[in-house]
């Protein structure tokens, strides 16, 4: 049982390049979400999804894209990479949004 | 979060005096009320929750204290002690499935 595991750790990318974010739980969770998390300001829902084929937009979503294919898999897409997008990303799911949430180890990314 | 607000952003005590940590949110439907511990360059986790049927929930050196009618719950950490140093986070999930988190607080216990 791994638990939420996000790849990669450490990404550098340009201005202008697009990528992806992996995320992938085997708690067969219905809930799913990303968060950035930039200092001073806590963590910023970006996208979530409360099962397969369903996602929605949190505070923050201009720039990303989701997808929710499988319950397990829960990608973020940058569709074309800004400063400002310079964070940490975090993945996390659970059963419902009224159940712990399980985080997974976080994605920093730095846009040049 | 949008809906969630954290006090005080930062927060020194001495090591055996008590912490408190309070949030307040906005969405009256909001009924599951965690709190999160993030240590340096780790992912949050959960240290305690409750949930809106109940008033207080005590777990050791930890309780958090929730009034639906203030709309408002708090962190209650006593003894404290240095590995208590963290940033903590409080969250509240809203009517439309989304759980917001206040902008987390940074406590600092000096021996």
């Known amino acids: 049982n791994a638990g939420v595991t996000q790849t990669p750790k450490f990404q550098v990318l340009k201005t202008g390049q697009s990528m992806t974010l992996q995320c992938a739980q085997d708690?067969?969770?219905?809930?799913m979400s990303w968060y950035r998390q930039d200092p001073g300001m806590g963590l910023r829902l970006i996208h979530y999804s409360v099962g397969a084929g369903i996602t929605d937009q949190g505070e923050v979503p201009n720039g990303y894209n989701v997808s929710r294919s499988t319950t397990e898999d829960f990608p973020l897409r940058l569709l074309s990479a800004a400063p400002s997008q310079t964070s940490v990303y975090f993945c996390a799911s659970s059963y419902t949004t009224s159940q712990p949430q399980h985080f997974g180890d976080g994605t920093r990314l730095s846009i040049l | 979060g949008e809906n969630v607000e954290q006090h005080p952003s930062t927060l020194s005590v001495q090591e055996g005096d008590s912490a408190v940590i309070k949030c307040t949110y906005s969405?009256?439907?909001?009924?599951?009320f965690p709190w999160y511990k993030q240590e340096l360059g780790k992912r949050p986790q959960l240290i305690i929750d409750i949930r809106s049927n109940v008033g207080e929930k005590k777990d050791q050196r930890i309780a958090v204290t929730l009034n639906k009618t203030a709309k408002h719950f708090s962190l209650h950490i006593t003894e404290t002690q240095p590995e208590d140093s963290a940033v903590y986070f409080c969250?509240?999930?809203?009517?439309?499935?989304?759980?917001?988190f206040g902008k987390g607080t940074s406590l600092l216990v000096t021996p």
């Open positions: 969250a509240a999930p809203n009517s439309g499935y989304a759980l917001n």
């Open positions: 969405d009256s439907a909001s009924n599951y």
């Open positions: 708690m067969n969770h219905e809930y």
